[in-house]
């Protein structure tokens, strides 16, 4: 068992404020902030793991590999719970970084907490700049946060968010998988991810000095980045979820090792990788090796990615600019005919999961106002157009 830090050095550690305790929080960033010499100090709501994480002063970390797993201890970490605003306020305070890792749902609580520790922290007179690591899947993650904390301050102090404080978007592509009862029953602060460890940020979007951070790469323009997470790994991942699911497999890999799917998959990526080729001018090559290893970490058996996590939440996934929909426009802007990337959309409209409310909603609204009616209100997407059409022909195959 390898140990990353020592809880007894925290005092001489700056602290690395993370928003969220969960799969990307413990899972990625924690990681890469006790690497870079930072105290990290968790944020959260789940009463357990912030009581366990608060008294070991330590977590476990199970990288989970292709060739092999290892379990990290990642120190020193403390945990504070969320809905104590002065103990949060006094963590922004004196915190030498923030990140967020919580979800479009959280961004306005952690705002106004943010702001209340912004105040006290001009207050004492600190205007050293102080940059936020946002770690959301949202388009306007920066725009959303930075109005949910100027509206928590003084009128007087929000002139200083365009010096002091830099909303830096990240990219994550860490997969990490929700623990299970038996893991969490037997340690509620062990998280299991992949080893992949590299995060990209805006660079334009820091304040001051950007800070040394282990696998974070400080890029731009960061709008290619964002394209190509959201159009190659998050579409293929969602695509490798939607037909997994209709051809009756539970994980992830056993999908990707049916030929039947993985031809589906890898005729979507090629789509999506073409108009990202000419869109952004990414270099052909590499973005083929890149496209090359993330099957690679698709097919982590260790990893153990349940298909219903990656098939989750059929409504955000089809809406028109993002993974599905999104990337098969981006094709079709560049003169290439969406064939693959129409399956993936297809197997979400036909995505059922009792588990799963939003995946339950799309399924009332095909039977109440029927597939075409429903392709475009909740895609935007003409049963008369081109991908229109080819989404109703794999939508009757897959039937």
């Not at 990219?171 to 998988?177: D, E, G, L, Q, T």
């Amino acid at each position: 068992m390898t140990w990353l830090g020592e809880v007894g050095d925290c005092m001489t550690r700056p602290s690395a404020v993370v928003f969220g305790a969960g799969s990307v929080g413990r899972g990625f960033l924690g990681q890469l902030f006790s690497e870079s010499g930072y105290e990290v100090v968790f944020v959260d709501l789940d009463a357990p793991l912030v009581e366990a994480l608060a008294r070991r002063g330590v977590y476990t970390l199970r990288l989970a590999g292709v060739v092999k797993v290892e379990d990290r201890e990642i120190a020193p970490v403390r945990a504070v719970d969320g809905r104590d605003g002065e103990a949060v306020a006094r963590e922004v305070a004196s915190a030498a970084l923030l990140a967020t890792a919580v979800g479009a749902r959280a961004l306005s609580p952690v705002g106004a907490s943010i702001a209340r520790g912004l105040i006290q922290r001009w207050e004492s007179g600190n205007d050293v700049p102080l940059n936020v690591i946002i770690c959301e899947n949202l388009h306007d993650a920066p725009e959303r946060l930075g109005e949910h904390i100027r509206a928590g301050l003084p009128e007087t102090m929000s002139t200083h968010m365009t010096t002091r404080l830099g909303l830096v978007p990240a990219v994550i592509a860490r997969m990490s998988p929700v623990p299970t009862p038996e893991q969490r029953a037997a340690d509620p602060s062990l998280i299991v991810a992949e080893p992949y460890k590299v995060l990209p940020a805006d660079r334009d979007a820091f304040a001051g000095q950007i800070p040394e951070i282990v696998g974070m790469e400080a890029v731009a323009p960061f709008a290619a980045y964002t394209a190509r997470k959201l159009f190659i790994h998050n579409a293929s991942h969602a695509i490798l979820g939607y037909l997994g699911s209709r051809r009756g497999f539970g994980y992830g890999y056993e999908a990707l090792e049916d030929n039947w799917v993985r031809s589906r998959v890898e005729a979507a990526l090629d789509e999506a990788a073409r108009g990202l080729i000419a869109e952004y001018g990414f270099e052909p090559v590499a973005l083929r090796e890149h496209i090359d290893y993330l099957l690679v970490r698709f097919s982590n058996r260790a990893l153990a990615d349940p298909v219903v996590r990656l098939a989750r939440d059929p409504l955000r996934k089809l809406a028109p600019d993002d993974r599905l929909v999104g990337a098969a426009r981006l094709a079709q802007k560049h003169g290439i005919v969406p064939e693959g990337l129409a399956w993936g959309i297809a197997g979400a409209l036909l995505f059922e999961s009792p588990d799963d409310e939003h995946a339950t909603t799309l399924q009332q609204r095909i039977t109440e106002q029927g597939l075409a009616s429903t392709l475009q209100a909740v895609c935007g997407i003409g049963s008369d157009e081109v991908l229109g059409e080819l989404v109703l022909a794999r939508y009757a195959e897959l039937r």
